[in-house]
């Protein structure tokens, strides 16, 4: 989990803002984000992380600053040009095709790998979205529920299973939403081995939301701290545990 | 120039305060829907039904020697009493589906088909008229207007103002209102939410049951024209906005006077095609309708 | 609403099953009928097959993506007053009124679809039902097509050398090969990637876009699809009748469509052939003893919706399979 300085930027996100009303929910936000890292973005509630996230993914437009992904500007971009840039969300709230099956969900997902006449054959043949399945039923241990309805699994396999749909098209990065939201001790641990793997073995940069602080200590390689609506830290997981006004914003001035 | 002020005075007028009187009623209608929408999330399919009910009502209590005073009255009650079983009975059963968008959009069509059918078998297909309360004619600005048609306007508008009034000064409103924005909330408040539901369906019926009641002696009554009017009601609703009372007067109104005042200048067949093509258009341009949802003015 | 068939590792043999035993059924009902001379049955099980086209498109477009075409007729309808006009005014030919009609509801699709398909989809519903209004209020007023009368004089066309539209069992036969084609079409595209797509929409609209998709291009797609059955239906109509009324386009025929499909299993396909099929059955037994057939008939349909949403084929299928899977120990 080394920054090495050469690591070209993937994601740069320049004066990012919005407004709700009088209520500034994000205000100047910039940082940039650099290829295969795991990028994290952390702050007490209230410090506009949901939001800095829906503004990253385009789910909200911002008033101010851009987004810019490998150099393309993609502010406010529609979910499906977003993934056409190569970039692809999770979501804290499970957002599955509950009714139908785990491999149907990922098939589904892995179906954009597919072009031209693949459309009009039967799925049987869609080869590149069976392979990618497969391939994936494999890496998040869900091959065993291949065939279980998705709104038949354990939170903590549904909160997998939201992973892979995600990286089902092969993006270059992944927005993760609270990839650990409601999960038990033991599923957070195995979620965090995988998002660090996907960097580390995949070459996947990811930018990740989370409310788990060790959690992200353990797995970023770089954190932004937010406090409500700024930014207030930008560095490694150490220089920012350290920083006063991190510490601060968590714990309040009596520290 | 003396006869484009006389086309005004004496054309015109008339027409748009003629078709006053059916505005005021088509708003009811569509209070009536949007407020089912608004709190239930349902749409009702079946509320050009009620309407229609809520004309042969009338056709039941004139037949048996009442006035139509009590019909008046009564009508509502009827129809309130009906659509909360409806509510309570039938669409509280699909409420908890998971497809319930589809399963209560197809239950209130069930509902109206069933509804149409009894009607044709109890009353026949053939139109019936009602007789006004409330006869002569009275001389405003030059021309004459039927007293009836100047009744439904301010007795319509006196309901209007009185829904207005239950749904944002009173604490039944607020009750209403806060289940609609939070159901969850308000349940655990305390507020029995599945028995607001079924009284708001009521409501909503009961005023396309006045709606009907208003509009029997004017137009004739015949077993489809719940269906006939129902689009009319529909497309008020979705250009004021689906939820928004304000919208539902302000749309009601508008659409209505555009009609009354365009059937001066094309031929009647082409009303529904009007109207259709200005929600259309509203729709492609505002999506959500003219004004917001229920909970706001 | 069932989904099961969405699924890839599903094998529906239920299904097939059900289908081979409709289309085999109606065949023999068909032959049966002629060879006893009673030409009503086998041109009121044309007709039922004909209205179970538009059942089908119905099914496409509710048990599939998700949208209820409350107004489905009109297609049915502008298949039928075009193939007439054709037939009438153009050449008594039965290709020519077939393709011409498929065409021209196929625009007629992608103009209502652009209305029709906007981002909230609780006013497809109501747009498809004022579409339908409009337009069959139009054609009722129109002098030119008949006004309510409609045109009647549609002539008798040969289909092929030796078969004519007028030999009872050999249109059913006709019917009965173009709405098992079509029945066959939709089952092909729901095995393709882009009929799964159909049916993910249905389960999970917002998600669609995140994978990568535009929903609303797939929308416009299943609604021309779904236009050009209907229309295709429709176009058999008047060769089966000899003529066409605006009725066809009456609210009438897009709520029975409806009806068929909810209570033969909506999501299904198979489901809407039997729905059409049994409930012309259940109409024409209940019309011998009581005019007030439709108020049953609405009945029927508000228990279904409560009681059982997933229809007649969809409640068998299970226990079909269950039965199958026993029989064969071997397989899946």
Redesign the interface.
Known sequence: MSQSSNQDTVLSVQGLGVSFGALKAVHDLSFDAKRGNVTAIIGPNGAGKSTAFNLISGAIVPKTGQVKFEGQVVTGFSPDKMLSAGLSRSFQITNLFFDLTVHENLRLAGQYLEHGQGWWAPVQRSQAALARTDELLKQFGLAYKSNELAGYLSHGEQRRLEIAVALASKPSMILLDEPTQGMSHADTQETAELIASLARDFGLSVLLVEHDVDLVMRVSDHVVVMAQGIKIADGSPQEVRANPDVQTAYFGDKH | MTSILEWLQFVLAPQSINGLSIGVAVVLMALGLTIIFGLLDV?N?AHGECYALGAYAVVIILGMGVSFWWALVLTPIIMGVMGYAMERG?IQ??FH?K?R???T???T???A??ME??I??VFGANPRSVEAPVTGATELFGSFFPNYRLFVMLLGGAIIVSVWLLVFRTSIGAIVRAAAHDKDMSASLGIPVSRVYALTFAFGVALAGIAGVLLAPIYSVFPTMG?DFV?MA??VV?IGG?GSIKGAVIAGLVLTQIQSISSLLISP?WN??LL?GI??IV??WR??GLFGKLGHA | ?LDRFNSSTSKPNAVRLLAIVFFVTALMFAIIGTVMGDSFYVRLATEALIFGGLALSVDLL?GHV?L?P?GQALFFGLGAYVSALVLKEWAASFWLAIIVSMLFCAFAGLVGGL?AI??????F???S???A??FS??IY?TRELGASDGMTGVPVVTVIPGLQTDNPLGFFIVTWLVIGGIYLGLRYIMQTPMGRLFGAIRVNEHRVCFLGFDAWRFKITAFVAAAVVAGLSGALYPMLRGFVSPELMF?QVS?NA??NV?VGGSGTLIGALYGAGLLTMLKSILGSFTV?H??VI??L??VV??AF?RGIVGYLVPVLEARLSKKKPGEH
């Open positions: 749409i399919m039938l059963r699909v589906s497809d968008h589809t399963l959009l197809l239950l069509f069930g509902m088909t069933v059918d009894a044709k078998i269906r689009l529909f497309s979705i689906m067949v529904d095609t259709f929600m259309v729709l492609m999506p959500q | 609403m509710l998700g209820l409350l209305i906007r981002s909230k989809g609780v006013y519903a109501l747009i039902f004022g579409l209004q409009v209020k139009v007023n609210f709520g409806i009806v909810i007030h439709h108020i609405g009945l349909f508000v919706v409560i949403p």
